[in-house]
Structure formats: C-alpha cells, structure tokens
C-alpha cells in the first residue's frame, strides 16, 4: 500500500509555456500533499504544502503565482509551473500522507517528474 | 532548529562489504526518524523507520537504530550488493515538517 504516482515523468516545454505535474496517491487518501524540488546531486527542497479543499502554503522564496498547486481531491494534487523558462528546469517531487493512516508520520513519494524548459 | 546531518559522499564499496552511513540529528521534541533511498531517475522510497528512543528499523538487511542519548540514526548493513547502489537520505519528521540530510550516495562494485 501507498503508492504515489506522477505524470508526467518526462517533460520538455518550450521557455514561456506552462506545464502541469499531476500527483495522485493511488490506494490512500492524500490528505495532505507535498512538492518538492530536487537538483542534481542535491537533497530535496520543500516549495509547498498542500491540504485538501485548502489553499497551498508555500516555503519562503517560492513564487506562488508561478507556481500553482491544486489539491481538489484526497488522491488528486497538481503542479503547474507558469510560463516557465529554463531556470525552472529541475526534478520535480510530489509526495503525501494520510492523516488518518497508522503511519501519519511517513510521507510517501511520488517517482518524480523531470520537467527541461528549452 | 531542526536539522540532519548526514556523513557525505560518495562512498564506494565491494560487494559483501559492511555499510555505515552517519547521521546525527537535532529537533526538539520527539520526532520520528527515517531513511529514504533513491534510485537515478526516481523518487524517493521508504526504507526504514524509528518513532521513538531505542527502536531499530529494519528492512531488506538495512537497519538503524534511534539513538536519543547521541541524537543517531546511522543506517548499517552487514552485506552489500550492487543493486544498493543508489543515493541514501536521513530524514525526521518533528509532525509538522520533514527535515532531509544532503543525501549520500554509495556505489557498490563487484
């Protein structure tokens, strides 16, 4: 059990464009949903937290207007990054946990999405 | 203020050898601790875990003790094999953040 999925895992967008990452927890209910963001050879980097039917709360120095979490559903949460450009290239990494579940103190993580802006 | 502190890398061993990788933490409270490993090109999966002082995780030879008295957490395993290879993180959850160690990355050879 707890299997976090994300699509896309490969994605290359032209510098302008915006590209949506969707997370789903695949046989728990995500209540709550983290993004994070990994470069190479570096640890994770938490960009924001996510609670179902709220709004996200976003680490200090990451640009919520660029970009948008969506947590709609307890399986769905969606990352798109706005206009994008070729700084933003990085691994992006979706990971939940269910409040409810006997392991609330684990966070299960998606594989990751590698998003190239040309 | 909470952190992990994690030995750094890269290590490189031979098969069948015996892995330690250090981790020491700092947190107020009681948080739980874990080791995550990663794949290239995938997420992170759970490894091993430990809530409180004195517990052991333990998973697919790799284990790690809660050491409250040394703020520990080193992950150990008695014999490598080349599919370890792959980037090992230290992490604690204080219950409202996860806090990771830069990661440390073992290559094993035959």
């Known amino acids: 059990g707890a299997v976090v999925s994300q699509h896309p895992s490969r994605v290359i967008c032209k510098s302008g464009t915006s590209v949506k990452i969707e997370c789903r927890s695949l046989d728990f209910q995500a209540t709550t949903m983290f993004w994070y963001r990994q470069f190479p050879k570096q640890s994770l980097m938490l960009m924001a937290t996510s609670n179902e039917g709220s709004k996200a709360t976003y680490e200090q120095g990451v640009e919520k207007d660029k970009f948008l979490i969506n947590h709609a559903s307890l399986t769905l949460s969606t990352l798109t990054v706005t206009s994008a450009h070729p700084e933003d290239s990085s691994f992006y990494i979706c990971?939940?946990?269910?409040?409810?579940?006997?392991?609330?103190?684990?966070?299960?993580f998606g594989p990751g999405t590698r998003l190239t802006v040309l | 203020g909470n952190s992990v502190t994690q030995m750094e890398g890269p290590v490189t061993l031979s098969e069948e050898a015996f892995l330690t990788i250090n981790c020491t933490y700092t947190a107020t409270g009681y948080p739980s601790l874990f080791w995550y490993v990663q794949y290239p090109g995938e997420g992170l999966q759970l490894l091993l875990k430990?809530?409180?002082?004195?517990d052991k995780g333990s998973n697919k030879g790799f284990e790690a003790t809660y050491r409250k008295e040394t703020t520990s957490f080193h992950l150990e395993k008695g014999s490598v094999q080349v599919s370890d290879s792959a980037v090992y993180f230290c992490?604690?959850?204080?219950?409202?953040?996860?806090?990771f160690g830069t990661g440390t990355s073992l290559t094993v050879i035959p």
């Open positions: 992490a604690l959850n204080t219950g409202n953040q996860f806090y």
């Open positions: 430990a809530t409180k002082a004195d």
């Open positions: 990971s939940a946990r269910d409040l409810w579940r006997g392991d609330a103190d684990t966070q299960y």
